[in-house]
């Protein structure tokens, strides 16, 4: 039953009595005049809009909190973000008991109102008795998550929205200290905790009866960003002579990362270091990209153009977090040079998630080779060449639920990804995606290679030659209506297909009901006769179904560098026809 607009108009009017900051009140003002005018002026979606701010409250779980900057209890504004903070510091006192004093550290991006989210924790959990460390300008997550561990802290908050639209905001809560004490110590919530969490918060009264302190928190100086950049020097060992002869093109996305990454390369030796200008400072709105993610179309193309015009061996690209690293290669086997020469048909591409996560998995298994204490891991949507990388070693290898929250929980990690640009390779620092630290890595190796003559693409090819070809792709789509997603799962539940590009499926696994050892999550699990493999889920933080497809083939140990490229050729074609299969049994 629809609600009527009287009703909500009631439930708007009580919201702005109570709401903190006047400038959602003066926007909420607006609506409702747009909704409700009667002299021609009315807006047609204002109500819907309305209806949609008030649909319910913002929802936080195990990514914290994430949404869309406005007034109203369904997006992220300062009335919501009071309210989680106090719900945190309720939950820290619970969980440690009064008087206890839970130490906090808060962190932020520059996007809109990051600073006032950042100020108003700050201000909340001071006058619920914590103590409260704030880091002092707009940093990486990457340096929140280190400072949880390196400050000893029972909790970490980051407010970021990582590479979603410039419209978002987010909410990030890590756990440590005296909370959590055992291999998930400094890493993001999980069940119970978050729950817990979302408990206390749908328990705080009015956000304006919130306490808040007008000081008594500590602003950090530099030498928490100094303690995390000295952690990633000693990630791994860099030859400077190698080092000052590749050149690398960087891009922050208009993000915190452009200063961080810079220093932690020169740090390493990287002296030809060619940072995209447009790009290089904060800028909330993004200005030169559609959509602030490496992954997406056209975010790296005035990267890959400053490669070519600078003749660069690498390019290195952060979200606007820089929790996250993308590498993009000049591979000649890609080049096309038909029409309009570009980065692209020049043969510039940017290397796969998995591709990435098998380069540094290759090297973390091998500094672990021998050792029974450590492990690497990977999220269950990710390529299964980490683990083949694994067993060939005799290193112990673990698959996860999709998210850092869970990779990082690994006991023994020394690392960890997931294919969707996160990786790990500092985890008794950082038990989170970094993509600083693991940028530093990749240039490392490709300096490495190049003094022998070869590259990253060659470094794969060994892999191939060695392991198999593992060749992964993702299908999605963002759905407006919510509503849709899980019609979308029920429909392949009740038809899965009967074949994988000919293949017969031999395995239809629900991952609701659990798998192979791994806790119920939301997704179907496809395994043809070829090895080819299909999993299908639902986006934990954005509104889309996407579609995990991975094919393998055999490379004999002696096959040329032709023969390997002419393999990952078929391998592609074989996926794009997967990818059209799967778009048109999921309708999409």
């Known amino acids: 039953m629809t609600e009527s607009t009287d009703m909500l108009l009631d439930r708007v009017e009580e919201w702005m009595r109570h709401d903190v900051d006047d400038t959602d009140v003066d926007e909420l003002t607006r609506l409702v005049g747009y909704a409700t005018a009667d002299d021609g002026r009315r807006h047609p979606t204002a109500l819907a809009e309305l209806r949609d701010r008030f649909a319910g409250t913002l ?42 004093g839970p130490r906090v550290v808060v962190g932020h991006d520059a996007r809109h109102r990051s600073q ?46 990582s590479h979603n639209p410039a419209a978002d905001n987010g909410y990030k809560v890590y756990l440590g200290g005296r909370v959590v004490t055992d291999a998930g110590q400094g890493a993001q919530i999980v069940p119970p905790h978050d729950a817990s969490i979302a408990e206390r918060i749908a328990a705080v009264g009015h956000p304006d009866a919130v306490p808040r302190a007008e000081d008594g928190w500590t602003v950090l100086g530099r030498d928490v960003v100094d303690a995390y950049l000295a952690s990633v020097r000693g990630v791994t060992t860099s030859d400077p002579e190698a080092a000052d002869r590749l050149r690398i093109v960087t891009t922050s996305l208009h993000g915190v990362g452009g200063r961080t990454l810079a220093r932690a390369l020169a740090d390493a030796g990287f002296s030809q270091v060619v940072p995209v200008e447009e790009q290089s400072f904060p800028d909330p709105d993004f200005p030169s990209v559609s959509f602030p993610n490496p992954e997406e179309a056209g975010a790296m193309d005035m990267a890959l153009g400053l490669a070519v015009d600078t003749g660069a061996d690498l390019v290195i690209a952060n979200d606007p977090d820089a929790d996250r690293c993308a590498v993009a290669v000049l591979d000649v086997t890609q080049g096309t040079h038909l029409g309009v020469e570009t ?8 290397l796969h998630g998995d591709e990435v996560g098998a380069l540094l998995g290759a090297e973390a298994v091998r500094r672990a080779s021998g050792r029974t ?19 060939d070693a005799g290193v112990a290898h673990a698959t996860t639920l999709t998210g850092f ?10 690392f960890g990804y997931e294919e969707a640009l996160g990786y790990c390779v500092d985890p008794a620092h950082v038990r989170d995606k970094d993509g600083i630290s693991a940028a530093v890595v990749v240039a490392t190796l490709a300096a490495r290679l190049k003094v022998s003559g070869g590259t990253l693409v060659d470094a794969l090819d ?6 198999g070809l593992y060749v992964t792709d993702q299908l999605s789509a963002r759905f407006e209506d919510l509503e849709q997603i899980p019609g979308t799962m029920a429909r392949l539940r009740s038809a899965p297909p009967s074949t994988l590009g000919g293949s017969p499926v031999r395995t239809v696994a629900d991952l609701s ?19 080819t493999r299909v999993i299908v889920r639902p986006s934990g933080t954005e509104p889309k179904v996407k579609c995990y497809l991975e094919v393998v083939s055999d490379v004999a140990p002696d096959a040329s560098a032709l023969d390997v490229g002419k393999a990952r050729v078929a391998a592609h ?11 048109s049994t999921l309708g999409l």
């Open 373 to 391: 204490d450590a492990t690497v891991a990977c999220s269950v949507v990710s390529s299964r060449l980490l683990g083949r990388l694994a067993e």
């Open 116 to 161: 006032d989210f950042a100020h108003d924790t700050a201000a909340v959990l001071s006058a619920a008795g914590a103590e409260v460390l704030l880091l002092p300008k707009p940093l990486p997550t990457p340096v929140l998550a280190f400072a949880v561990r390196h400050l000893d802290a029972d909790a970490g908050v980051m407010v970021t929205a």
């Open 343 to 350: 980065a692209r048909s020049s043969g510039w591409r940017m």
């Open 59 to 100: 929802q936080f779980g195990t990514a914290g909190l994430r949404g869309a900057m406005a007034a109203g209890p369904n997006r992220m504004n300062r009335s919501v973000v009071i309210a989680a903070a106090a719900g945190l510091g309720a939950y820290l006192t619970d969980v440690l008991g009064p008087g206890s």
């Open 462 to 467: 060994d892999i191939a030659r060695a392991h």
């Open 573 to 583: 074609e074989r996926l794009d026809a997967l990818k059209r299969e799967m778009a």
């Open 513 to 531: 009901d659990g798998y192979e050892g791994l806790p119920p999550t939301d997704g179907i699990l496809l395994l043809a006769e070829d090895g």
């Open 405 to 414: 929250k869970w990779i990082s929980r690994t006991p023994g990690l020394v």
